[in-house]
Structures are given as structure tokens and as C-alpha cells.
T-cell receptor
Framework: EPEVTQTPSHQVTQMGQEVILRCVPISNHLYFYWYRQILGQKVEFLVSFYNNEISEKSEIFDDQFSVERPDGSNFTLKIRSTKLEDSAMYFC?????????????FGPGTRLTVL | QKEVEQNSGPLSVPEGAIASLNCTYSDRGSQSFFWYRQYSGKSPELIMFIYSNGDKEDGRFTAQLNKASQYVSLLIRDSQPSDSATYLCAVLGVFGGYQKVTFGTGTKLQVIP
């Protein structure tokens, strides 16, 4: 069964460093998302992406964040200058259908630890 | 009112019983409702979605939606110890001025053998 994949599974970085989290969505999906989950807290929406542009972004997704689909398969989240509070699980999700009837399937996540 | 609200639990049920999980949401115009299961340290796994008022059944799971009451629930029949997890209610609506899927904090379910 097709699934969303993410790399790396765990990323440790120093405060102020740039990180890139990578995702490979399910191959026929057209809608892509990033979420984060701080330990013990709820899953929070960061950004949605369709047709090579951002559709929606949350207040969390400030100028330090960017997303890109550099080729036909990868979808990346870049954090330019990491802060301690960026430590969280980051989940990529993808969907085949147009909102609002769009079930989203999550990848296994990348645990980001900022020291 | 919180955007998506769930009782954090834990909800404890004996094996074989029906588990009932509830969720309310604030955006009356919301159109899509999802239930995810999340095991500790793992990613959310989609188990049910519902778009129309009424009931939707899939195996041991039934989702119930009442848009007038802004209420969605998940019933798990014949609960098994493997169902022990946190169940996340997620709603696609306009929250904070833009469209997004908003998650509740989740209800922790414990199925006692």
C-alpha cells in the first residue's frame, strides 16, 4: 500500500542552524501539508501546498519557514534559523482529492531536536 | 470555545465493550471530519472520515456527525487491547481566518483485557 515517507527520522541541530526536512508524498497525490506536534501537545497545521504554491499557512509558519517541491516526488520544509521552541515532531501529509473532501495521510514524522 | 474540543480521558473500557469518543467544533461551516488514531511516538493514522450528517460504518468503527449540534463521535465496537491509543478528532474548517485541518487534543483510550 502506498505511503508517505519522511527523512530523516530524527534530526539534531544547534540553535541558529538551518534544517531541511524531506518528504515523499504518495505518488498520485496533489495536495501536500506540513504539521508539527510538540511533545505532549496537539497536532498543529503549518502549511498547505498545491500546484507549486502555498495555499494556506498558519501563524506558526513565519519567515523562518519555507516549503518547496524541488522535483516530481520530494516535498521539503526548511527552517532557516532554528530556535529551541522549534523542537517537535514534524509530519508531512498528502491528499489525492480536492478540499474539502480530502482525506490526508500522514508520514511517520521527523523528530527535530534543537539544542 | 476551543476550535476542536475533546475530552482528554483516559477513557477505560473492558475488552469487548463499545468505546464512545466525542468531539465538538466551533466552525459551523466545517465540511469534513476525520478520526485519527495515534499510538505513542507514532504518526496519526486515518481510521474514519465523514462528510454528511448521520452515521458511517466501517468494520468495528462508526462515525456519527450532527452538524446542527457541531458534534462528531466515534464508536468502536468489540474493543480490543490493540485499540488502546489516543484518538484525534480533526475538522476541516475556517479557523483563525483561513482554511485548515484543526486537531483536537485527543482522547486516550485504554482497553482493559
Amino acid at each position: 500500500e502506498p505511503e508517505v515517507t519522511q527523512t530523516p527520522s530524527h534530526q539534531v541541530t544547534q540553535m541558529g542552524q538551518e534544517v531541511i526536512l524531506r518528504c515523499v508524498p504518495i505518488s498520485n497525490h496533489l495536495y501536500f501539508y506540513w504539521y508539527r506536534q510538540i511533545l505532549g501537545q496537539k497536532v498543529e497545521f503549518l502549511v498547505s501546498f498545491y500546484n507549486n504554491e502555498i495555499s494556506e499557512k498558519s501563524e506558526i509558519f513565519d519567515d523562518q519557514f519555507s516549503v518547496e517541491r524541488p522535483d516530481g516526488s520530494n516535498f521539503t520544509l526548511k527552517i532557516r534559523s532554528t530556535k529551541l521552541e522549534d523542537s517537535a515532531m514534524y509530519f508531512c501529509a498528502s491528499s489525492e482529492r480536492t478540499p474539502p473532501y480530502n482525506e490526508q495521510f500522514f508520514g511517520p514524522g521527523t523528530r527535530l531536536t534543537v539544542l | 470555545q476551543k476550535e476542536v474540543e475533546q475530552n482528554s480521558g483516559p477513557l477505560s473500557v473492558p475488552e469487548g465493550a463499545i468505546a464512545s469518543l466525542n468531539c465538538t467544533y466551533s466552525d459551523r461551516g466545517s465540511q469534513s471530519f476525520f478520526w485519527y488514531r495515534q499510538y505513542s511516538g507514532k504518526s496519526p493514522e486515518l481510521i474514519m472520515f465523514i462528510y454528511s450528517n448521520g452515521d458511517k460504518e466501517d468494520g468495528r468503527f462508526t462515525a456519527q456527525l450532527n452538524k446542527a449540534s457541531q458534534y462528531v463521535s466515534l464508536l468502536i465496537r468489540d474493543s480490543q487491547p490493540s485499540d488502546s491509543a489516543t484518538y484525534l478528532c480533526a475538522v476541516l474548517g475556517v479557523f483563525g481566518g483561513y482554511q485548515k485541518v484543526t486537531f483536537g487534543t485527543g482522547t486516550k483510550l485504554q482497553v482493559i483485557p
